[in-house]
């Protein structure tokens, strides 16, 4: 049977903004089941950006727990995100879900897997998804130059979306000024 593919999720850190972008494709195999499905989101009152690449329903989940652990530690993105990777690993039920999250806030821009990960990126870059190094690594070439993050993040799925067959052209995309 077919599974669901492909996303692809680009974070930029770049002179006081935090971008958040992600194409709109969900495919089922070889068809295209969606082309503008929202994958980044602003959540905890406009605080923080997620976005996910994986089974839909999984990520949903994640993202509430998120939200959860931010209302118990607000303004602690990385110690919610360390707390939400705990019960990740170790709950039996989550440990099921297929998913990752990149998130980020005025302070921090993390990956967060269902393996314990909390990674944080020194560049401030982040990629995930089948198109996520595809769009990271145009986003490092570009990052040194005088765009800012997000011409650099639209420009980079651009990049991600002529190359990958997972990742369309529709892209949505938060921003926070930090």
């Keep these: 049977m077919d599974s669901w593919h492909g996303t692809t999720i680009l974070s930029v850190r770049k ?25 980044v989101r602003s959540i905890h009152k406009g605080q923080v950006l997620a976005g996910f690449a994986g089974a839909t329903a999984d990520a949903f989940t994640l993202l509430e727990r998120l939200e959860d652990k931010l209302e118990r530690f607000p303004g602690q993105l990385m110690r919610a995100s360390v707390e939400l990777a705990k019960d990740w690993r170790t709950d039996r039920y989550l440990r099921r879900l297929e998913a990752m999250m990149a998130v980020a806030d005025k302070e921090v821009s993390l990956v967060l897997t269902g393996n314990g990960d909390v990674l944080e990126p020194p ?10 190094n595809y769009a990271l690594s145009a986003a490092r070439a570009l990052v ?9 993040a ?16 529709s892209v949505i995309l938060e921003k926070l000024d930090v």
């Design 144 to 152: 040194d130059t005088d765009m800012d993050a997000e011409a650099i």
């Design 15 to 39: 002179g006081g903004t935090v971008v958040m972008a992600g194409d709109g494709q969900v495919s089922l195999g070889q068809t295209v089941i969606k082309g503008n499905a929202r994958k």
């Design 123 to 132: 560049d401030g870059l982040i990629g995930i998804g089948s198109g996520g």
């Design 154 to 169: 639209r420009k980079s799925m651009q990049v991600a979306a002529d190359i990958c067959v997972y990742t369309n052209e």
